[in-house]
Antibody, heavy 119, light 107 residues
Framework: QVQLVESGGGVVQPGRSLRLSCAAS????????IYWVRQAPGKGLEWVAV????????YYADSVKGRFSISIDNSKNTLYLQMSSLRAEDTAMYYC????????????WGQGTLVTVSS | EIVLTQSPATLSLSPGERATLSCRAS??????LAWYQQKPGQAPRLLLY???NRATGIPARFRGSGSGTDFTLTISSLEPEDFAVYYC??????????FGQGTKLEI
């Protein structure tokens, strides 16, 4: 079955970096788009970034542009979200989700990994 | 950027009742609208896509309607497991892939 498993969250100081992972299984990774969505505590959903499976097409929310970047290891069916210059407002649960193509609805979601930015 | 406004913010109903949730877009999104359900401590789950198509495994009591700027999610007869937060999302004009602020459906 389709599975997305996030990892790498934790507590980090403002200004530092963190790398999240999204490991995919149960589908051919190289035919989909993968999104990152975050949810601050008690708040709604905010789209963060998206990449086509081969990394050829990527988009970022204005709130993270220039600080976050996505990379892909197709041999491991794993996608990474590199986050730098972290701010308190980046504190959130981070989910990865699958779309059947770039711009498609998010049909499967991981369970999320929590990032807390605090001194 | 397309802004989605959901109403009401909170809807208080009982099992067996009918729920009607609204999502309004700041400009036309055609039928490129999805609905998600999120229960406490869980990831969101896709309910409906293209405004009215149910995702795999979603019961028939969930129905979506609308096009352009006004959309509705109707749950015909509430089951206890339906009490959750519901989000709409537009996929017409991106980035960004915007979500509504959510409607909490409570008992």
């Amino acid at each position: 079955q389709v599975q997305l498993v996030e990892s790498g969250g934790g507590v980090v100081q403002p200004g530092r970096s963190l790398r999240l992972s999204c490991a995919a299984s149960g589908f051919t990774f190289r035919t989909y788009a993968i999104y990152w969505v975050r949810q601050a505590p008690g708040k709604g959903l905010e789209w963060v970034a998206v990449t086509l499976y081969d990394g050829s097409d990527q988009y970022y929310a204005d709130s993270v542009k220039g600080r976050f970047s996505i990379s892909i290891d197709n041999s491991k069916n794993t996608l990474y979200l590199q986050m730098s210059s972290l701010r308190a407002e980046d504190t959130a649960m981070y989910y990865c989700a699958r779309g059947q193509w770039l711009g498609a609805f998010f049909d499967y979601w991981g369970q999320g990994t929590l990032v807390t930015v605090s001194s | 950027e397309i802004v989605l406004t959901q109403s009401p913010a909170t809807l208080s109903l009982s099992p067996g009742e009918r729920a009607t949730l609204s999502c309004r877009a700041s400009q036309s999104v055609g039928s490129y609208l999805a609905w998600y359900q999120q229960k406490p401590g869980q990831a969101p789950r896709l309910l409906l896509y293209d405004a009215s198509n149910r995702a795999t495994g979603i019961p028939a009591r969930f129905r979506g309607s609308g096009s352009g700027t006004d959309f509705t999610l109707t749950i015909s007869s509430l089951e206890p497991e339906d009490f959750a937060v519901y989000y709409c999302q537009q996929l017409s004009s991106w980035p960004p892939f915007t979500f509504g602020q959510g409607t909490k459906l409570e008992i």
